[in-house]
Nanobody, 115 residues
């Protein structure tokens, strides 16, 4: 099973980025994004369920949008109006659909927002 992220980078405050995560190896019932800023715990950004249910972390829904392309086995995170406090490593995450429901993580992609 592999989760491969792309799309991170350095942007200025107010700009947008779109992250992509391509998955392979198994089927998932939940798929999404977490982030971890320096000195902070990893937190949920957003996740999408097998039949389209959405779950956003606190204060994430107003500027971030999760979507997926099942044909491409890809999940996206559109991030708008980025702020310096959004600076973090963003991790793709997925939970296997079958028992045992193992969780998988990508290697992470750095997002840095300058003021």
């Amino acid at each position: 099973v592999r989760l491969v992220e792309s799309g991170g980078g350095l942007v200025q405050a107010g700009e947008s980025l779109r992250l992509s995560c391509v998955a392979s190896g198994t089927d998932f019932n939940w798929w999404g994004w977490y982030r971890q800023a320096p000195g902070k715990e990893r937190e949920l950004v957003a996740k999408i369920g097998r039949v389209g249910a959405l779950n956003y972390g606190d204060s994430m829904k107003d500027r971030f949008t999760i979507s997926r392309d099942r044909a491409k086995n890809t999940v996206y995170l559109q991030m708008n109006s980025l702020k310096p406090e959004d600076t973090a490593v963003y991790y793709c995450w997925a939970r296997r659909a079958f028992t045992p429901q193992i969780e998988y993580w990508g290697q992470g992609t750095q997002v840095t927002v300058s003021s």
